[in-house]
C-alpha cells in the first residue's frame, strides 16, 4: 500500500470529500479493517486565485511545487492536487516532483473514453473553461469540449468563486447552472458534462438532466487514487 499526498485547500469543502470518499473508496475494497495512509498539504486558496488573475503562472507552479515537496519530506509516495484548476501547470509540477502524480483530467478522460462519449460540455472555473489543459488531453483520445459561451462562463466563474468556494451552495445558482447545461444540450448537441471543479459536484450532484451524465471529477479523481494507493 503506497502513501498519497494530497495537495488540499483549493477548496476546502472538496478536499473534506477527497478524505472521506478515499477512506469509503479503500474500505470497499480492503475488508481487514484498515485504513490507507494519507498525508495532505493545505495550502490557501485566495493565494492560488490571486495568482491565477495576475496570469503568474511561473509562480503559481512554485506554490504548489513547494506543497509537494512538503508532501514528499512527509513520506508521500503518489500524489495528486485536489481540484480541478491548479492541473494549467500540472505538467511543469509533475516534472519537478519526485512522485508519480495522478491527473484528474487524465482521469476523467479515461473515464469519459469508457462510456463511449464523444462530445461533452466543459463546467468549470473561467480559469479552466478558457484553458487548453483539459481539451488537449481529450481531444488527443478524439473526444470534444465543449464550453459556455462567453457570458455564460463568465456567471459561471462568478458563482464559483464568490460562493462555492465559501460553502454557498444556493438552489438559485443550481437552478441557473442547470440552464446554462440544458442550453449546452439543445445548442451543442452535448451528450454528458465534465464538473470540471471539483466544488461543482457539492452544489450539482443528483440534478442531472435527464439522460445527461454528470462526470463528477471529484469521485472520478478518488478512484484513480485509490486504484493507485493499491497498486
Known amino acids: 500500500m503506497k502513501t498519497l499526498g494530497i ?10 470529500e477527497y478524505y472521506r470518499f478515499i477512506l469509503d473508496g479503500y474500505r470497499a475494497r480492503v ?11 493545505s495550502i490557501d486558496v485566495n493565494r492560488g486565485i ?21 508532501l514528499v519530506r512527509a513520506g508521500a509516495e503518489i500524489a495528486l492536487i485536489a481540484a480541478n484548476t491548479p492541473h494549467l501547470v500540472f505538467d511543469e509540477v509533475q516534472r519537478r516532483t519526485p512522485v508519480p502524480m495522478i491527473s484528474i483530467v487524465e482521469a476523467t478522460c479515461d473515464h469519459a473514453r469508457s462510456l463511449g462519449l464523444k462530445r461533452l460540455g466543459l463546467l468549470g472555473t473561467g480559469f479552466t473553461m478558457r484553458a487548453r489543459f483539459y481539451p488537449d488531453v481529450f481531444a488527443r483520445s478524439g473526444l470534444q469540449l465543449v464550453t459556455p459561451g462567453e457570458a455564460e462562463q463568465a456567471f459561471v466563474h462568478e458563482k464559483y468563486i464568490h460562493e462555492l468556494l465559501k460553502n454557498n451552495f444556493l438552489p438559485e ?47 472520478i479523481h478518488v478512484k484513480a487514487a485509490v486504484d493507485a494507493i493499491l497498486a
Open 7 to 16: 495537495v488540499g485547500g483549493v477548496g476546502p469543502e472538496s478536499t473534506i
Open 31 to 41: 475488508a481487514d479493517g484498515s485504513a490507507p495512509h494519507l498525508i495532505i498539504d
Open 50 to 70: 490571486a495568482m491565477l488573475d495576475a496570469n503568474d503562472t511561473v509562480a503559481l507552479t512554485d506554490y504548489l511545487s513547494a506543497s509537494l515537496e512538503r
Open 173 to 219: 445558482t443550481r437552478a441557473a447552472l442547470i440552464g446554462v447545461i440544458n442550453r449546452m444540450r439543445t445548442d451543442e448537441r452535448i451528450e454528458a458534462v465534465v464538473l470540471a471543479g471539483t466544488e461543482l459536484p457539492l452544489l450539482l450532484r443528483g440534478a442531472e438532466p435527464e439522460s445527461l451524465p454528470f462526470l463528477d471529477t471529484t469521485l
